[in-house]
């Protein structure tokens, strides 16, 4: 049986991974904004998050809970990464992301262009008291990641 309070923070936990999917989706779709590559990135752990979480529900192995932890932290580390993108503190992909100098021609460079991808990682859809979505990700899975580790502490 499962501590009641074990299971409150594995709901918490993956139900917050859900709610972040269901904003992230919902700025897709209903606000137009087509996510980067980096958006993307970020997703992926959530979705497993939210997966750990239903099985850790019916089997809760401190394997799992850590799990869920190492998925909340791998996209808090993701979103930091592209609010560094987005700060132009480092490079991003080459593929979603302008580069100063490539040694390209002026021809191969307008044909990189025109194949290119519209979305780009480098640039702020969006933010809020000064953060992005990226960074709100950063942080808020960040708190996603502790809620995993109370979890695990619960007998």
């Not at 979103?79 to 490539?102: K, N």
């Amino acid at each position: 049986m499962i501590a009641p309070t074990r299971r409150k923070l594995i709901l918490i936990a993956a139900g917050g991974s859900a709610f972040m999917m269901l904003g992230a989706l919902a700025f897709q779709h209903i606000g137009g904004m087509a996510p980067c590559k980096l958006c993307i990135w970020q997703r992926w752990p959530h979705v497993i998050a939210i997966a750990i979480g239903l099985v850790a529900l019916a089997w809760p192995r401190a394997i799992l809970i850590l799990t869920g932890a190492v998925a909340a932290l791998t996209t808090a580390g993701i979103g930091f990464y592209h609010t560094g993108v987005e700060r132009s503190w480092w490079e991003g992909p080459t593929s979603c992301t302008s580069s100063g100098s490539s040694g390209m021609s002026a021809d191969d460079l307008f044909d990189q262009i025109m194949a290119a991808h519209l979305v780009r990682c480098d640039e702020v859809p969006w933010e809020m008291f000064g953060l992005s979505m990226a960074s709100w990700n950063g942080v808020v899975s960040l708190g996603l990641a502790m809620i995993w580790m109370m979890a695990l502490r619960q007998n």
